[in-house]
């Protein structure tokens, strides 16, 4: 019964292929299938009408493993918040093997706590930079939207001496041609 409930294997075909279920045809589609009105099985717990449908594609590892290309290492430090995460994470790493070191660990454990400190500095400080840059993404979008608003009311407002010159004016012109 589990079997009849779970989607068709995946086909070895990478993403962007003919036979790819992909609609955007990228790579990360494999991984990551949008939930569409055409695709609403793909939603956990969803039945309904579009039962019949075929169920995305289920990627495994050999499909990660094909997506991985020698561009994701050589432009890693293209990413933001990248470059912030890794020095961040070695200089965690240096300072706790050091300390783990100097205090008289053996090799092996000082080596441990600096890569530890390493992973947890590098991933903390992405995680962190990646927060800055959220939040700096929504004030810039509520800045955009108070100048629009802001810019809206200024047009009102020149719309409405605009039209109170021209009345102005038409009130000026008739008093003349009386």
Same mark, same amino acid.
């Given at each position: 019964?589990?079997a009849?409930?779970? /989607? ?10 003919? %036979?790819s ?25 969803a039945h309904g009408?579009?039962? /019949? ?7 495994g ?22 470059r912030? $995460?890794?020095?961040?994470?070695? $200089?965690?790493?240096? /300072? ?21 400190a ?11 930079? !990646? !927060? ?8 810039? !979008? @509520?800045i ?8 809206v009311?200024?047009? @009102?407002? @020149? ?5 109170? @010159? ?6 000026? %012109?008739? !008093?003349?041609?009386?």
């Open positions: 019964m589990a009849e409930t779970r /989607g068709p294997k995946a086909s070895g075909q990478p993403s962007g292929s003919p %036979d279920p992909s609609p955007a045809g990228r790579i990360y589609d494999t991984f990551n299938y949008p939930a569409t009105a055409e695709n609403v099985d793909s939603l956990p717990g009408k579009h039962v /019949g449908k075929q169920q995305p594609m289920n990627a590892y050999i499909d990660a493993v094909k997506s991985i290309r020698l561009a994701d290492f050589t432009e890693v430090h293209r990413k933001p918040c990248t912030e $995460g890794f020095l961040t994470g070695i $200089g965690a790493g240096f /300072g706790a093997g050091g300390v783990r070191a100097v205090l008289g660990a053996p090799v092996f454990t000082a080596c441990s706590w600096a890569v530890g390493f992973v947890f500095g590098s991933f903390a400080m992405h995680e962190y930079c !990646q !927060q800055k840059r959220r939040m700096e993404k929504a004030g810039i !979008q @509520r955009n939207a108070a100048l629009d608003e802001k810019k009311e200024l047009e @009102r407002k @020149r719309e409405e001496a605009r039209k109170a @010159r021209r009345k102005a004016k038409e009130e000026a %012109d008739r !008093q003349k041609g009386s």
